[in-house]
């Protein structure tokens, strides 16, 4: 029977134990037993694919890898402690002192602080190229580009990147495309298609969707992720059985999710779009967005997310946060709980003023991860915060 990726999602499992249970086990073990020395040098020498420690594999983290792989359409894959731990594992793996990276200009904030603070110094360099000008990124190519390196929708400011563009131009340069694509997740847009080499996750975000794990994965091809496992291994990035049992439970409902994430999401952007405290609502799939199309192109559905600008700056950022009642003010997204934030006075505040211009922040943009309440619920909050500033 020939089934679709969401309800292999759903399916996908460690081999039934004699036990007979129908939801999967989760093996929290450190190391895994061989039942003699023979077996033990075979699982070594990699003659047979035994576990041996939990920081090489684990079933239950294996579980949570191959379902991603699948809703991803790749080949294998390798699960990491965090988000940041698959960015950073993914370009310690396949970078090297002289190597230069060539990434978006908006990305997630302590990815910016690895590429600018931290790669420098092991003579990794790197170039930003806008996110807004696909055309500009041919010229920042460089003989020792080895990646291009981008998120889309971006973070904060919901800008989307030309998949199909960047995919033809890595290809063209014979250089590693690696995205991440945290924002959409697979169940909206799978960048493999579109010739992405390495696609990597935040699971912290939609794939728990609950708020409660950290967590990252980085899947592509299998050659690929075979460097990536023997630098991992090694170096320790692992994600822990316990999160991984987490993660993928949670999978099992990630497209019933995202469904009514998208729902709320944008009913809640065309309820605002014209607010006359607001000078613009950005959401990919409101036709006002200036990617549209190219968001429309790419992604599924709109995506969990929608920022607004208001009219009164930084200090009107402020009271709006003050005057919400059931929204969140915390440092995450992805939940199934609506949070909003205000990058310019908090997450992006160490900027300058240009720098903040160049990521698409302004003083009064306010960014919204919409969670799965009633909608009426949610928007409510929102119109009777905006009234008080
Ligand atoms: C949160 C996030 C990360 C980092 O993930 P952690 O799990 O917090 O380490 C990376 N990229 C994006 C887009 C994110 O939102």
């Known amino acids: 029977m020939s089934l679709h990726r969401n309800t292999k999602a759903v399916r996908i499992q460690t081999k039934r134990s004699d036990e007979m ?6 093996f929290v073990t450190s190391s895994f037993v061989f039942d003699n020395a023979e ?29 991603v792989c699948m809703l991803e359409g790749a080949e294998d894959g390798f699960a990491f402690s965090t988000g940041m731990a698959a960015v950073f594992g993914s370009f310690m793996t396949f970078l090297k002192s002289g190597d230069h990276i060539l990434s978006c200009a908006s990305v997630f904030g302590s990815t910016h602080t690895l590429l600018t603070k931290y790669m420098p110094k092991w003579g990794i360099e790197y170039s930003y190229a806008d996110v807004n000008d696909i055309s500009s990124w041919e010229a920042l190519i460089k003989p020792n580009t080895k990646m291009i390196y981008l998120e889309t929708p971006t973070n904060p400011g919901l800008d989307v990147v030309d998949l199909e563009a960047i995919g033809k131009l890595a290809k063209k340069h014979n250089i590693l495309l690696n995205v991440d694509n945290c924002f959409a997740t697979p169940i909206l847009q799978r960048p493999i298609e579109f010739g992405a080499d390495l696609v990597l996750h935040s699971a912290t975000k939609w794939m728990d969707g609950q708020g409660r794990v950290l967590g990252g994965v980085v899947v592509g091809k299998k050659e690929l992720i075979r460097e990536l496992y023997l630098f991992c291994r090694n170096t320790g990035p692992s994600m822990s059985p316990f999160n ?44 006002s967005h200036p990617a549209y199309a190219v968001a429309k192109k790419q992604m599924e559905r709109g995506g969990p997310l929608l920022t607004f600008e208001l009219k009164g700056g930084l200090e009107a950022g402020s009271k709006f946060l003050d005057a919400l009642e ?23 505040s160490k900027l300058s003023a240009a720098e903040q211009q160049a ?13 799965l309440e009633y909608i009426d619920d949610i928007a409510n909050d929102i119109l009777q915060a905006l009234d008080k500033c």
């Open 21 to 26: 249970e129908h939801s999967t086990p989760m």
């Open 326 to 348: 059931l929204l969140s003010l915390t440092s995450n997204l992805g939940d199934s709980r609506s949070i909003a934030s205000h990058p310019a006075s908090t997450t992006h």
């Open 39 to 67: 077996e033990m040098r075979g699982a070594f020498s990699e003659e047979n694919d035994s576990n041996i420690y939990t920081r090489f594999s684990n079933p239950t983290v294996q579980e949570f890898i191959d379902k």
């Open 244 to 287: 991984a049992w987490v993660l993928t439970k949670s999978l099992e409902t990630l497209d019933v999710r995202m469904q009514r994430h998208c729902d709320n999401a944008e009913a809640l952007a065309k309820k605002l779009e014209g607010h006359p405290k607001l000078n613009s609502v950005k959401y990919p799939f409101l036709p």
């Open 359 to 371: 990521v698409g922040i302004t003083p009064g943009l306010i960014r919204i991860s919409v969670g």
